[in-house]
């Protein structure tokens, strides 16, 4: 089978060329390079100036050609042939070929790069094989069948081969495309490229004079110059900004900012969306990494973190309706599984949610051996009082609210936690390097609504599996489980059947608690009247993407 070719893009109206969009992020960009990029302001620019071969369009959820003009499978489903667009240039005005696809998958498939893309790539425990055909077609070989495996390609950025050969050679890849690079050091085949970065203050991206899309009118994209994205610090902030007209975008609203907006919205002015739950979703979670002898006092409270009857008891005793009602003003929906309700085609609707009481938390303590001790405290059977800290993101308001509520209910039970904001870079490196934490408050929001996307999540060793990065013992059963059924999956065309195995696996997540889901909140977004062709979408990058296509109404 074969795809058609890529269709020109139309717009909703007469598009206007030129004018600066400005948008704003929260905190800045960690790094522009896709290999090392794990958090999500990073994550939204290399979005802006990086393509991949095929692409989940963001508002029909379904894919399409990228920088792949056409695909042809196999009949046993294993072999894809992608054919690529001929004549592109990356944004330095360098020419794109079936050489930069190979290096990208090398790099990504390295095991010493260690990208978080590489688990996505590794079909039935192999990396898949790409093979240069010709200069513009490249064949990619799986060892089974794979589930959704156009999919596959979408957000696997292609990188120029000409600019990250040598440092990926020297062993330093890791250490490209930091923010202090010059940019024109920095190149890709998005819609934008790096015009200027000032620290503390704002990116600012500007069209890609090389793009290759080209509107109904045969105009090339994008249509603005320019976008400034503003760092504002904090989401209060970011909405007074934009209700002052001084930011055309916001995305990612809290509720309480979003209600504001309702009550002073001028007509003409802007205009508000209320998507409805996208697919993030907030939880709890303890430091189960086997820390041997490092950390001894965290390793200490690990014997409680290690209890499920001990995670269980938190989970009851979190109220998840009144953080839906009290932090997110009833915009949001309370969890008790990672699959939100706005990923319609995979949420495990069987599972029941998470009724709150005290009273069973107390008794699934009580079964676990803990006890309490005149003045209440809950104490284990060492008669040690049970006393941990709570990491979470200071730059998050709800996940300060969050934190709050979860500290007073689980003082209800008789637990001491001490709430603990840090910096979002430094919560990030203990929880993914140092392992110094005991328990976080986080939030993941997927790619794509498909499964095969959480694969580095759930399965033991992935690069986002944060409750356990490193296994280093014999698996629970639970999670043998998991790993096969999320394996399985993968290769299994059947969509039916595939949502049977992923029904099981939120199952097992909800009976076992690695994580501790809590709320998911709508996605809430902004946008200047005079910004034309705005869509914004539940799936990231909510409001950006298709960036090449927003233009300014004069």
């Known amino acids: 089978m074969a795809c058609s070719q890529w269709s020109s893009l139309s717009a909703t109206d007469v598009a206007k060329r030129g004018g600066r969009l400005v948008v704003s992020q929260r905190a800045e960009p960690k790094t522009l390079n896709t290999i090392t990029a794990i958090d999500g302001s990073s994550r939204e620019i290399i979005g802006l100036i990086n393509a991949d071969l095929i692409h989940i369009n963001r508002h029909s959820l379904k894919t399409e050609p990228g920088l792949a003009s056409s695909w042809s499978v196999s009949s046993d489903g294993r072999v894809y042939t992608l ?34 893309q590489r688990d996505l790539l590794v079909i039935a425990g192999q990396p898949i094989k790409v093979q240069k055909v010709n200069q513009y077609s490249v064949r990619f070989e799986l060892a089974q069948p794979y589930a959704a495996a156009e999919r596959l390609f979408d957000s696997i950025a292609i990188l120029p081969r000409h600019l990250l050969k040598q440092p990926y050679d020297e062993g330093r ?69 934009f209700e002052q007209g001084e930011i055309d975008v916001a995305g990612r609203l809290s509720a309480a900012n979003f209600s504001v907006l309702e009550k002073h919205q001028r007509d003409g002015e802007f205009r508000l969306f209320d998507l409805g739950p996208g697919l993030e979703y907030n939880f709890l979670f303890f430091n189960l990494n086997d820390l041997g002898a490092a950390l001894p006092s965290i390793a200490q409270r690990q014997n409680w973190f290690r209890q499920l009857a001990f995670r269980k008891a938190v989970s009851e005793a979190i109220d998840r309706q009144a953080i839906t009602r009290l932090v997110y003003q009833g915009r949001a929906r309370p969890l008790s599984t990672h699959v939100t309700p706005g990923n319609y085609l995979w949420v495990n609707r069987n599972i029941p949610p998470e009724v709150y009481s005290a009273a069973k938390a107390r008794a699934s303590l009580r079964s676990a051996g803990f006890s309490w001790n005149r003045a209440g405290q809950l104490i284990d059977g060492q008669r040690k009082p049970v006393i941990f800290s709570l990491i979470f993101n200071a730059g998050n308001p709800q996940h300060t609210q969050i934190a709050t509520l979860i500290q007073n209910d689980l003082q209800q039970v008789g637990m001491d936690v001490k709430v603990v904001p840090l910096e979002y870079r430094s919560m990030l490196d203990r929880i993914f390097k140092s392992y110094d934490y005991e328990a976080a408050i986080l939030q993941l929001a997927s790619g794509d609504a498909d499964p095969n996307a959480e694969i580095n999540v759930w399965t033991s060793g992935g690069g986002t599996h944060v409750w356990n990065l490193a296994p280093k013992h014999v698996l629970a059963p639970w999670q043998e489980e998991v790993d096969r059924l999320m394996r399985q999956q993968m290769i299994t065309p059947d969509y039916a059947q595939r949502k049977h195995m992923y029904d099981r696996v939120q199952q097992l997540v909800r009976e076992n608690l690695p994580v501790i889901c809590l709320v998911s909140p709508d996605v809430l977004a902004g946008a200047s009247e005079k910004l034309g062709n705005f869509r914004p979408a539940i799936l990231s990058s909510y409001i950006l993407w298709n960036a090449e296509e927003l233009y300014l109404r004069r």
């Open 83 to 116: 054919e690529l667009r001929r004549g592109l240039k990356f944004s330095d005005g360098q020419p794109f070929d079936a050489a930069d696809v190979l290096f990208t998958f090398e790099v990504y498939l390295d095991e010493r790069v260690h990208a978080a």
């Open 173 to 241: 890849l890791d250490r490209a495309w930091n923010l202090a690079v010059p940019p024109k050091e920095i190149a890709g085949l998005g819609p934008f490229r790096v015009k200027e970065y000032i620290a503390g203050q704002r990116i600012v991206l500007e069209r890609n004079p090389f793009y290759w899309k080209m509107d109904v009118a045969g105009d090339r994209l994008p249509y603005l110059d320019t976008i400034d994205v503003e760092f504002t610090g904090n989401a209060e902030a970011e909405a007074m900004r």
